[in-house]
């Protein structure tokens, strides 16, 4: 982040430089309106960091597919091992929404082995 002279900090979205005691909710009594706001935006853009991108997700699930054949409580094991610092709601709601587009489909060949496997939609990246 780019600071001025005074050691305000910069934001794009607002194009304005901010106070840093702004940006720090402890430090900030909000007795104005426009710092709330300044912050809520900061927060917003900037503030919260992500563990993991989805996509890395994502890619990593379908390495585990090809690689092997899992069930879909243990995908999800695997996946929460490989990323641990991932909630794993995200893990369970990005299955679920593959599974409900039909990306991923859980195979009914054998009933006692319903693995999880690449869909009628399934688009390869490479």
Known sequence: ??????????????????????????????????????????????GHKQGQNKSEISDELFNLIDSGKYKKRNLIKALRLKFPDVNSGVI?????????????????????KPFVIKGKYYVGGQ
């Open 1 to 46: 982040m780019k600071t001025n002279e005074q050691g305000e900090v910069w934001l794009d979205k607002v194009q304005a430089y901010v106070c840093p005691s702004y940006l720090n909710e402890t430090c900030t009594d909000f007795r104005e309106q426009s710092s709330e706001l300044i912050y809520n935006i900061y927060q917003k853009y900037y």
């Open 92 to 112: 369970c709601r990005l299955i679920k929404k593959y599974l409900s587009l039909r990306i991923l489909e859980i195979d009914r060949t054998y009933k006692t």
